[in-house]
């Protein structure tokens, strides 16, 4: 009895990767507008019904494959984190230029961008974005408490927070060409970190920047 619930768990997770892979797949060769529950779930194996049962409308397979773009974004601060202990400038530019790379390329972010107008899309990252921003705040927040960075809880949220939301909002309205739009945003940030640093974290335990 105590095996069934994480046996369960796995079970959902490797549905809905299964789901979330097969929509990224026709992603890569049709429009969004295009795509049917139907579509999704022949593509990944199941019938419509099971993924009509996991993701409930066709907005929630979107919010769905919206989160896990969240968490390619939160995974690529939080490796450029660890790679530059102790230099935030440095981890925020590397944080901010993987997610703009792998943004761009995303198949989603394209059809997003791209030929008609999508509300459903827009709505992900604007009035409905709160879901996204959420979740990727609160694992961000997670990595600068147990990271060098050593943030208090409080700060932790804060900047999470922050950056999280300037992150999505890039989504809709990418960086400008002529700009070096992440140095922009770690000179932004990174004096905060800085400080956090400086003051111990507000915490024990901090790790001084070199």
Known sequence: MTNRVPFQQATRTLLRDSVLGAMRELL???????????????????????????????????????????DVFVDTVDAAVYAHVGRAHDALVAGFTGFFERAAADP??????????????????????????????????????????????????????????????????????DRDVPADLARVFAPFVEAIGSAGGDGPGTTRFR
């Open 108 to 177: 989603l972010v394209q059809s997003l961008l791209g030929g008609a107008v999508k509300p459903d899309l827009l709505r992900l990252i604007t009035t409905d974005g709160a879901v996204l921003i959420d979740h990727a705040a609160a694992r961000l927040a997670e990595t600068f408490r147990r990271s060098w960075v050593q943030a208090s809880e409080a700060n932790a949220v804060v900047l999470g927070r922050g950056i999280a939301r300037l992150a999505i909002s890039y989504i809709a309205m990418p960086p400008e060409p």
């Open 28 to 70: 890569a060769g049709k429009d969004w507008s295009e795509i049917t529950m139907t579509d999704v779930a022949t593509a990944a194996g199941v019938s419509r019904q099971t993924v009509y049962n996991e993701f409930g409308s066709r907005q929630g397979l979107a919010q769905a494959y919206g989160l896990s773009l969240a």
